[in-house]
């Protein structure tokens, strides 16, 4: 994981450095989140729903393409994205009148607020810092979380956090985990901002930190709840 996560940023500068169009980034987010809308709607299926399998990572992924044309094009579109999403989930409901109607619905629906929204942030924080710096430095301190919280929990691990939801997770590796994304947090404050005093970049880094690596551990135990509801070991996107 480590590895990808580094090509993965890497890649992300270097599109950024040699694409004069900001339009590169939108596009590769754009193949990731329908790739992940294909493998969310699975494993909802799994769990016996049906939800637009085909329609919504597509309509999810033209969503993200939209920011290639910048966010204010994105924002234009979001009403729309909202009223498909809202008959898409309508016309699954009709379609599985005779088979869980609502739980299929609201798989469909709930593909767009667990993948496509949070892509959708990570694009628009592109567009505020006038590059991907502040969206490397998300995606860099919920890995911090990830990454620390698996060695910490390794390593010092004794303390079942949530045993039901995911039984090798534990308390110390959570700690570990808050430290990883306070780390990351002040790396990217040093890095993005270098005239900041080092009493404010600490500040700063301490905030973000708490609060990313604690919502990336919320949304890590969600998808433990998914993948362990669907029957599924893993989840590649």
Known sequence: LGPLLI????????????????????????LLGT????????????????????????LGG?????????????????????????LLALGIAARERRRRPLASAAATAAGFLCVVLPLSVLLRLQGVGGGPGLLILAVAVSKGSDTFAYL????????????????????????AGLAGSVAAAWAGAALLHPEWTAARQGIEALLLGLVGGAAAQAGD??????????GVKDSGA
Do not use: C, N, Q, W
């Open 152 to 175: 910490g929990g390794t390593a010092f691990g004794r303390t079942p956090l949530a045993p039901a939801i995911s039984p090798r997770k534990t308390v110390e590796g959570a700690f």
């Open 62 to 86: 033209a969503y993200l393409l939209a920011h290639a044309a910048g966010p204010d094009a994105a924002g234009r579109t979001a009403p729309f994205l909202a009223a498909a999403v809202t």
């Open 7 to 30: 090509a993965s940023l890497a890649g992300l500068l270097l599109l950024d450095v040699a694409l004069p169009s900001p339009a590169a980034i939108p596009v590769v987010i754009s």
């Open 221 to 230: 135990l969600s998808e433990s709840i998914l993948k362990r509801r669907a």
């Open 35 to 58: 790739a992940s809308l294909v493998e969310f709607h699975a494993m909802t299926a799994r769990m016996g729903m049906r939800p637009a399998a085909a329609a919504g990572p597509l």
